[in-house]
């Protein structure tokens, strides 16, 4: 079954990651470029890892996982390679705190997964194959990229800007689609 696409605001979800390895450091930088509402839990963290909770100031525990940590965390990422213990994790979050949890490369053990995505300014695309190839989904995503200019964020301010200040309605709809419209239709010509 496909995942349901959808863009969750954090500022108010505590987010848990157990692990301090290459791939914990990987969603750690993923997730700070919307919250540092993170804490870590993790016997040995990775020089990155380290420098990255470091700089934003998050809240770091030097110890293994143990039953119930995952308690008034909203979003859970386990991110270690010991299979029993995503099983474990992902069991108790059913049980216990009804938390969303992400166990890395192990969907039996994900109430969702991370896609590769495009983050400028406002803007973010997301691109999945629901797991069936993350390579694919880098590639295309990377292609993307390509094609959206680095104007995107000032476009977005000034949208907003017009949303703000116009009053609701057809004529704004129309005006913004339109304006839209043209911005998109800039890029055919570089």
């Keep these: 079954m496909a995942y349901f696409p959808a863009f969750i605001k954090l500022d108010n979800i505590s987010i848990l990651i ?6 914990a450091s990987e969603k750690l930088e ?12 993790a016997p040995e963290l990775s020089l990155h890892m380290k ?3 470091d700089e ?6 030097d110890r293994v996982y143990k039953t119930a ?3 008034k965390f909203g979003v859970v990422i386990v991110a270690v390679d010991d299979i029993p213990l995503q099983e474990q994790i992902f069991n108790e979050a059913k049980l216990l705190s009804n938390c969303l949890v992400n166990s890395v490369d192990s969907v039996n053990y994900c109430d969702f997964i991370f896609p590769s995505y495009i983050k400028k300014d406002d803007l973010t695309i997301a691109v999945s194959t629901s797991g069936s190839s993350p390579a694919m989904a880098k590639h295309l995503r990377r292609y993307l990229q390509n094609l959206i200019p680095n104007s995107i964020g000032d476009f977005l301010k000034e949208m907003k800007n017009y949303r703000k200040t116009m009053p609701k309605g057809k004529d704004r709809m129309e005006f913004l689609d339109k304006k839209a419209e043209q911005y998109i239709s800039t890029w055919e010509n570089n």
């Design 56 to 61: 934003n100031n998050l809240v770091y525990e």
């Design 30 to 41: 993923h997730l700070l470029d919307f919250t540092s509402n993170i804490k870590v839990i």
């Design 51 to 53: 420098q990255m909770i």
């Design 18 to 23: 157990v692990g301090g390895g290459y791939i």
């Design 69 to 71: 940590d995952i308690n």
